[in-house]
């Protein structure tokens, strides 16, 4: 059966009802770990590298005020998530038409990719830093760290939980070292919490900033992520959890909000108080700080800034995974997941070095974050929505205290939001009188403004209607009485291994001695691809005596079996044998592959039993 929970792989993995005390506060601890990763990761590090060197310690402000509404949202998400055993894109299935799922699907794809892409970069440059590789190479190589989520996601969640930890861990002592080196000064930093007016380039960067901090898929992972862990459903357990996950939520994103802090006092004091006011590069920070500390400082930062892509990457494709299959009920291989979404982070990546050189991917990384931040609207204002509805959370809808916050705090994303699209499009058409502009451009951004304000209105329109979509299979029909059904033409894929007695005895239980057993072996070798029954190489003429010998052994049990010789790709050949006969049943042998087998070797009963309509048994 299907199976339909968040992230089921790791779905109650984490029993918290054996513990007491403090072991069972701690077996809580763990979700907003991995959460706050994205808090720190290498785009946040491009974004606030360029506030503290452009504006000194005046956007510090923006860094507690964006980490503030970071936690007032996490604990949202952690509450729908905790309640409704729902992430938020299901919540967002189940309550949107399914039309308006497939661009909130597209929106939040695109966020993640311009996560990946930051990773991507920040692990490059983190390498290119640290041994000098070039950094075409370095965004080559982030391909593979698709194998450590593979090896991390089998060892449990837990293990996942203690390495992305341990990330954050190197992460925070570099910058606590960094910090004694740097001596900043106390007295502007308490001058920079103070708000301030932005626009221009202070706007574009502030705007990075929340978009760096409060990432979009953090709300889609942080709802799946609290539902790894098992306790008992009633009032007081959900109680519990939420009470247990908020202290986990507020530690880790505060240990974010000290992480970006330090970059951007880091940047003010090294580079902004010497005049170097236009180090928005990571490179350039990392040179200016061998040159301004010497020692280790440089060499602390290239080891923070590849922890913290490494242990990201790893948290945005679990976000992929989560998004994919809640908005659009697909679910695909892990790997593959993976796979795709680096390659589609790859790919801009790529475009940006070969077209424009190294010198531009500091940009791409800035821009990376305006994107996230365009996109939090469509994840912010559902979200209020499902934990402000009594009906669906029951007791535990959010205080009005609290909702009003959290739509002034969606108010104040989607304004700035607003305020930067209109800049920056005035800004290229005043610069640039292409067609584009107001042919696409324009129109696109007009578009994702009415979803947008549709998001927003449809929830508050159809709030008196009742929601049967939360049913993930929907509802169990009525069973008639069922006539025995009696096999006549079976089909039996062999391959001469052990198995083929298991495969062949299940068969025959099937249809007794009255039906007709089909003997089905593919030849696969090089020569069968091309010359298919013309070939009489020695594997086929030993296959074909090999199925005789099954066929005179079921005749001697009072079995009828006929003979197949298939030739080239075996699903193909093995579906067409089926047609050609007119099977009823088809009984297949599991090869046994596991993990790295299954991805080289493939799996032939998936493949057959897309390609046929008739019933098949596979057997183990």
């Keep these: 059966m299907k199976q339909t929970e968040s992230l089921s792989e790791v779905h109650q993995s984490v029993d918290t009802g054996k513990r007491t005390g403090w072991r069972r506060i701690l077996s809580f601890i763990g979700p907003a770990y991995l959460v706050s990763v994205g808090y720190m990761d290498p785009g946040n590090w491009a974004t606030d590298l360029a506030g503290g060197s452009k504006f000194g310690y005046q956007l510090i402000w923006v860094l507690l005020m964006s980490n503030l509404i ?63 590789l070039p950094l075409i190479w370095g965004i080559s190589i982030t391909i593979f760290d698709t194998v450590l989520l593979l090896f991390l996601m089998n060892k449990g969640m837990r293990k996942m939980e203690v390495f992305i930890v341990s990330m954050v861990f190197i992460v925070g002592i570099s910058f606590l070292v960094e910090m004694f080196i740097v001596e900043p000064s106390l007295k502007e930093i308490v001058k920079g919490l103070e708000p301030s007016v932005l626009s221009g380039q202070a706007l574009y960067i502030a705007i990075g900033i929340i978009g760096a901090t409060v990432m979009p898929h953090n709300l889609y992972l942080h709802s799946s992520l609290v539902q790894t862990r098992k306790f008992e459903r009633d009032d007081k357990g959900i109680k519990e959890a939420i009470k ?12 974010a909000f000290f992480v970006n802090a330090a970059i951007l006092i880091l940047a003010a004091a090294a580079f902004y108080k010497n005049g170097m006011h236009e180090v928005a590069e990571i ?32 948290t945005g494709t679990l976000a992929g995974q989560i998004v994919m299959e809640g908005h659009l009920n697909l679910r695909i291989q892990p790997w593959l997941r993976r796979l795709i979404t680096r390659l589609l982070a790859i790919i801009p990546a790529f475009f940006t070095i070969l077209y424009f050189g190294n010198d531009a991917l500091s940009g791409l990384l800035i821009l990376s974050q305006v994107v996230l931040s365009l996109q939090l609207g469509f994840a912010v204002i559902p979200l209020i929505h499902f934990t402000s ?27 700035l939001n607003i305020k930067l699209v209109i800049e920056e499009i005035s800004g290229w058409a005043t610069t640039t009188h292409g067609w584009y502009i107001y042919g696409l451009i324009i129109p696109v951004a007009v578009l994702i403004g009415l979803l ?16 049967q979509k939360n049913i993930p299979h929907g509802n169990a029909m009525a069973i008639d009485p069922v006539d025995q059904i009696h096999y006549t033409r079976i089909g039996i894929t062999v391959d001469f291994s052990k198995n083929d007695l298991n495969t ?33 190489d020695h594997e086929t003429l030993s296959d074909s ?58 799996t032939t009963v998936d493949a057959v039993r897309h390609k046929i309509t008739i019933p098949v048994l596979v057997v183990r």
């Design 452 to 467: 947008l304000m549709y998001v927003f209105v449809y929830p508050m329109l159809n709030s008196n209607t009742t929601q």
């Design 389 to 415: 509805d009594k009906k669906e959370m029951k007791g535990f809808a959010i205080k009005l205290w609290v909702k009003i916050l959290a739509w002034i705090s969606a108010a104040v994303i989607v304004a």
């Design 283 to 314: 490179q350039d920070a990392y040179k200016l700080l061998g040159h301004i500390f010497g020692g280790v400082a440089p060499s602390l930062f290239a080891i923070a800034l590849i922890a913290a892509g490494q242990s990201s990457t790893i």
């Design 70 to 132: 970071a936690l007032l949202l996490q604990s949202l998400s952690a509450r729908l998530g905790i309640v409704r055993g729902l992430d938020l894109a299901q919540a967002s299935r189940n309550a949107y038409p399914k039309w308006v799922n497939i661009p909130l699907f597209g929106l939040a794809q695109t966020a993640i990719v311009a996560c990946d892409l930051a990773e991507i970069i920040g692990m490059a440059i983190g390498l290119n830093l640290l041994f000098g």
């Design 244 to 255: 247990f996950n908020f202290i986990d939520t507020a530690v880790a994103l505060n240990l």
């Design 504 to 536: 062949i005895r299940h068969a025959l239980i099937q249809g007794g001695k009255k039906a007709d057993y089909h003997l089905i072996h593919i030849v696969e070798t090089a020569g069968a691809q091309y010359h298919g029954k013309a070939a009489l």
């Design 545 to 602: 005596e090999n199925l005789k010998k099954y066929g005179q052994n079921l005749a001697d049990l009072g079995y009828h079996g006929i003979p197949h010789i298939g030739f080239g790709g075996a699903a193909r050949a093995i579906a067409e044998i089926t047609k050609t006969n007119d099977l009823q049943l088809l009984v297949m042998g599991a090869h046994g592959h596991k993990g790295l087998k299954d991805l080289i070797f493939g």
